[in-house]
């Protein structure tokens, strides 16, 4: 289970929360906010004023601190007007960091979206073996939230608490499905709450559940083969063929032109480097493209 930690930050949220009260404050109120919705997904105990709070105290801190170290730097180095660039260079990194943080909670939640979705089948087949092994349905999302599901257990285990605390189970489920921004989550706890309230047979609507995300595992499936073929084109063409055909054309002009023996190994060690970093990305652009439910 992944532990929400803000990116760059120098203590924990509790300790964070308390530091930044003062900048916190300067914050107004704003009833619907996109940020105020990722933190409530996330189960995270700030408000969006008190999230605000601890980025521009963060902001103040990196930017003082990175105006120090590079106005040292670049006088060291007998740079005239060197506070202008420090400056310059202050206000670059500390805003990038501040934005980055401020978009923490979405990918934050993105990834735990996609936690919840990976699970949710495997889920929803332990429910119906349950389900038609006579169980009650609240011992059920007791067992679901103690197991090992991921993010999707400890949304059962927040249902579990309401539940305990005399909550509805109907009411309770449709509440996580109205803050859960996963469509397949919503979805599926929306169909069981509406269940609860008509009666029906659970059974059935896990089954007609479980049929419908597989049905949707198996387009997001060829969807994937689909985009897939033209990503590895691009990458036999960029780190395969590009880099071989590079090398062959250097080392002719090398020899022809007679380059320097420093120059000629820059250059070789810059299309190694340039082949290192592009695999890399395209791992991460094969990770990030993959199906929510597989």
Do not use: C
């Given at each position: 289970m992944v532990v929400f930690r803000i990116p760059l930050a120098d203590s924990?949220?509790?300790?964070?929360?308390?530091?930044?009260?003062?900048?916190?404050?300067?914050?107004?109120y704003k009833k619907k906010s996109s940020l105020k919705e990722y933190l409530e997904e996330i189960n995270i105990k700030l408000t969006r004023e008190e999230y605000l709070g601890i980025v521009f105290r963060s902001f103040v801190n990196t930017f003082l601190i990175l105006l120090i170290v590079f106005a040292s730097l670049l006088m060291v180095a007998g740079i005239p007007g060197f506070w202008v660039y420090a400056?310059?260079?202050?206000?670059?990194?500390?805003?990038?960091?501040?934005?980055?943080?401020?978009?923490?909670?979405?990918?934050?939640?993105?990834?735990?979206?996609?936690?919840?979705?990976?699970?949710?089948?495997?889920?929803?087949?332990?429910?119906?073996?349950?389900?038609?092994?006579g169980i009650p349905l609240f011992d059920i999302l007791t067992n679901i939230s103690m197991s090992d599901y991921g993010e999707l257990s400890l949304e059962f285990r927040n249902a579990v608490k309401k539940i305990g605390a005399g909550e509805p189970e109907a009411e309770v489920l449709a509440d996580i499905s109205a803050k859960s921004h996963s469509v397949f989550l919503k979805r599926t706890l929306w169909q069981i709450s509406n269940g609860l309230n008509a009666g029906s047979d659970m059974s059935m609507i896990i089954v007609e559940n479980i049929r419908t995300l597989n049905e949707e595992q198996m387009i997001q499936i060829q969807n994937y083969g689909n985009k897939l073929n033209p990503l590895i084109m691009m990458y036999m063409l960029i780190s395969v063929i590009v880099p071989a055909l590079s090398v062959s054309f250097m080392t002719v002009v090398a020899s022809m032109i007679g380059l320097e023996k420093n120059l000629t190994m820059g250059l070789f060690l810059g299309f190694f480097v340039f082949v290192v970093l592009f695999q890399i990305m395209f791992l991460g652009m094969i990770k990030s493209k993959r199906p929510s439910l597989l």
């Amino acid at each position: 289970m992944v532990v929400f930690r803000i990116p760059l930050a120098d203590s924990n949220i509790e300790k964070l929360k308390s530091r930044s009260k003062f900048f916190a404050s300067k914050f107004h109120y704003k009833k619907k906010s996109s940020l105020k919705e990722y933190l409530e997904e996330i189960n995270i105990k700030l408000t969006r004023e008190e999230y605000l709070g601890i980025v521009f105290r963060s902001f103040v801190n990196t930017f003082l601190i990175l105006l120090i170290v590079f106005a040292s730097l670049l006088m060291v180095a007998g740079i005239p007007g060197f506070w202008v660039y420090a400056l310059g260079l202050s206000g670059i990194f500390s805003i990038s960091i501040a934005f980055s943080q401020l978009a923490y909670p979405k990918v934050f939640a993105s990834k735990r979206e996609k936690d919840i979705e990976k699970n949710l089948i495997f889920a929803l087949e332990d429910i119906l073996i349950q389900l038609n092994s006579g169980i009650p349905l609240f011992d059920i999302l007791t067992n679901i939230s103690m197991s090992d599901y991921g993010e999707l257990s400890l949304e059962f285990r927040n249902a579990v608490k309401k539940i305990g605390a005399g909550e509805p189970e109907a009411e309770v489920l449709a509440d996580i499905s109205a803050k859960s921004h996963s469509v397949f989550l919503k979805r599926t706890l929306w169909q069981i709450s509406n269940g609860l309230n008509a009666g029906s047979d659970m059974s059935m609507i896990i089954v007609e559940n479980i049929r419908t995300l597989n049905e949707e595992q198996m387009i997001q499936i060829q969807n994937y083969g689909n985009k897939l073929n033209p990503l590895i084109m691009m990458y036999m063409l960029i780190s395969v063929i590009v880099p071989a055909l590079s090398v062959s054309f250097m080392t002719v002009v090398a020899s022809m032109i007679g380059l320097e023996k420093n120059l000629t190994m820059g250059l070789f060690l810059g299309f190694f480097v340039f082949v290192v970093l592009f695999q890399i990305m395209f791992l991460g652009m094969i990770k990030s493209k993959r199906p929510s439910l597989l």
